[in-house]
């Protein structure tokens, strides 16, 4: 098993360090695990967001988690488990350069490039959901799927996250959305990046995974490769919905699925893991 999307407690809501993940990670068969620590927000983000401070690690701590992972890598080994460092950027249109430059100066084995603010809206912070009333559903998804494929074509990412994220807390448009699936599948697929089958959308609200089956049918039609992570905020979250993973790849018609080393992906096949 991989998985390849982990948080600890230096994004401020997550618990757990480095060394409890790795141990989590051999007791739940994980082969290889990447730590996925939030990218410290865009100056412009923490003035301009509410809460800002508990989305992600704190600049002055990037050095630390850089550090910690490479150490761990040895520990890991013993233990079966591959690590790689990695991590996550919000690429809305005003971190973008922030976070280009930040990429740069690190050897990260992955990136994983995500939207998770609309403007200066936190759309997936449960203390934040009164201003989807303030939406036409249908639109804010036709804007945070416009959005998503403008992070794409950016080249900061190997992997957009948790790719239909909008949905976590059910509001979901009445329109049948294969149109925008299948168009936004196209535009990840000329990027030639990587969707994860991220598990955590189980544990929340919308209670399936991130993408939903019918997307993840039109990612494969449209060739986009794609790669498993729990987003475990937590160490016993790590390895969580791999069977429910492997069940929508296999009927989704995937048989194989990346891997990154050094920012370049390697295939894997299902059966293999």
């Not at 800002?52 to 630390?64: K, N």
């Not at 603010?117 to 945070?144: G, K, M, Q, V």
């Not at 049918?217 to 492997?246: C, I």
Request: charged fraction near 25%.
């Amino acid at each position: 098993m991989i998985d390849l999307h982990v948080h600890t407690w230096r994004c401020r809501h997550a618990e757990g360090d480095v060394a409890e993940y790795v141990a989590a990670a051999a007791s739940a068969g994980i082969r290889v695990l990447a730590f996925t620590e939030h990218l410290p927000l865009a100056p412009a983000l923490i003035d301009a967001v509410p809460g800002a401070a508990g989305y992600a690690m704190p600049a002055d701590e990037l050095d630390l988690y850089v550090a910690e992972v490479l150490e761990v890598r040895a520990a890991a080994a013993d233990l079966g488990v591959e690590v790689l460092l990695g991590i996550e950027a919000d690429l809305v249109p005003v971190a973008v350069d922030h976070a280009r430059e930040i990429l740069a100066r690190y050897p990260f084995d992955v990136v994983l490039g995500s939207i998770h603010l609309i403007d200066d809206w936190a759309f997936d912070d449960p203390e934040r959901t009164a201003t989807y009333a303030d939406w036409s559903i249908a639109e804010l998804w036709e804007r945070y799927f416009a959005d998503l494929a403008t992070a794409a074509r950016t080249g900061c990412a190997d992997v957009v996250a948790h790719v239909d994220l909008i949905k976590k807390f059910r509001h979901v448009p009445d329109a049948p959305l294969g149109g925008l699936y299948r168009s936004t599948a196209a535009a990840i697929a000329e990027t030639g990046l990587a969707v994860e089958v991220n598990t955590a959308g189980l544990r929340k609200p919308c209670a399936e995974l991130y993408p939903a089956l019918d997307f993840l049918k039109e990612l494969n039609r449209a060739g986009v490769p794609v790669t498993v992570g729990s987003d475990a905020h937590a160490p016993g979250e790590v390895g969580a919905g791999w069977r429910e993973a492997r069940e929508a790849l296999e009927a989704a018609g995937y048989r194989s699925l990346v891997v990154f080393r050094q920012r370049q992906a390697e295939e894997v096949a299902l059966d293999a893991l």
